[in-house]
């Protein structure tokens, strides 16, 4: 008789914890398809969009090459002319341009900036060294931005990005989801904490470890710092509405939407429009172009532009952490006087009042957990 009522009993609890693992499973799936979605629609098959080239010369022959190489490009460059090769370099390290094209009746030039773009430095030259083979000619190549030996393909910001990001929306779970009984101003200065450790982090990374940033060290810590606190206070202050979903949520933004768009990997002249357009406001883009111009072109070619991206963003991290406050402030009154009317006096109100009844400590250990595993 117990026996069977053991099994009875047993059978329901199975089920219970099946839909449950079922409904996590959600979480990890939705990530496969976001992560899948973006990264193959930013990186897959890329090509030039209107990519800035320049054909130097004052004589009618650089104009015609000039209109000859556009007619055979179409939308994929934008190609003008320049009388003379400083004024190319000029532009070239103000970022307004990407390569120029130099003919001559010896060995062509083509002047880049690989700390502009790796990708599009090979893009710029393949197209240019075709020119040069039309008149028999090797191609001299002219980088006004040479790479240090530790990151001579201009990768290294980028992966730097990765990891303060991780550091910073992995902790969003342990801050909203363990600290949800925390009034919101010491999550405020947690994120703060947490987002000044993370930035020395990365520049200790980025300066003495790898040795692939030489200078301008307090300016990469300063940069990391805001980016950082962007990042942890938005998803702290979303967490209080989205609760375990906060992962995604942070995932969306600060990953699928923020990588894909950073330049990191291509600059906007090499993705579709959508990746293009997120490259000129998002936050990611604000800490990978603005690092680059500092690091490499002395603060030239859109830095303040760059550096009000990251002001911008975290004032919206303020802003949300605020009203989260302002939120709570209300929720805790409103649960203070429930508790007062319909709890016995013997029951502590401000027991009641603080304590989150949206998450069970298994709910909050599960969001850790799955933080910490993306």
């Not at 191609?139 to 790479?147: E, S």
């Amino acid at each position: 008789m117990n026996m069977s009522a053991t099994a009875t009993t047993a059978a329901p609890s199975e089920r219970a914890v099946l839909r449950r693992v079922l409904t996590h499973l959600l979480l990890p799936l939705l990530m496969c398809l976001g992560m899948g979605l973006a990264y193959e629609s930013a990186f897959h098959a890329p090509s030039p969009h209107h990519m800035k080239v320049a054909v130097i010369g004052a004589t009618p022959q650089a104009d015609v090459l000039a209109q000859t190489i556009k007619d055979q490009a179409g939308d994929a460059l934008d190609v003008t002319t320049l009388p003379s090769a400083d004024a190319a370099k000029a532009q070239i390290m103000n970022r307004s341009l990407v390569a120029a094209y130099q003919p001559g009746a010896g060995t062509p030039q083509l002047y880049v900036a690989t700390a502009n773009s790796g990708t599009d430095v090979e893009v710029a030259t393949k197209i240019f060294t075709t020119v040069a083979a039309t008149g028999h000619q090797p191609l001299a190549t002219v980088d006004l931005t040479p790479m240090p030996s530790q990151d001579p393909t201009n990768q290294a910001l980028f992966f730097l990005l990765v990891a303060i990001s991780i550091g910073s929306y992995g902790s969003v779970a342990v801050i909203g989801g363990a600290g949800a009984a925390l009034r919101v101003r010491t999550q405020a200065a947690l994120c703060v904490g947490v987002s000044l450790t993370v930035a020395v982090i990365g520049t200790v990374l980025a300066g003495p470890v790898f040795d692939f940033v030489h200078h301008d060290l307090a300016g990469l810590f300063a940069l990391a710092w805001v980016y950082s606190f962007a990042v942890a206070g938005i998803g702290t202050a979303l967490h209080h509405f989205l609760g375990r979903w906060t992962t995604l949520g942070t995932m969306l933004l600060f990953v699928m939407l923020n990588f894909t768009s950073s330049g990191g990997v291509f600059r906007p002249d090499l993705q579709n429009g959508f990746f293009g357009s997120l490259h000129s406001f998002w936050i990611g883009s604000g800490f990978v172009e603005g690092t680059r111009s500092m690091i490499y072109f002395d603060g030239r070619g859109g830095f303040s532009t760059d550096v009000w991206i990251l002001a911008i963003w975290a004032l919206v991290a303020a802003a949300g952490l605020g009203i989260t406050g302002l939120v709570k402030s209300r929720q805790s009154q409103g649960s203070t006087l429930v508790a007062a009317s319909n709890v016995p006096t013997a029951i502590p109100t401000a027991t009641l009042a603080t304590a989150p009844a949206s998450e069970t400590p298994d709910d909050i250990r599960e969001e850790e957990e799955e933080a910490v595993s993306v």
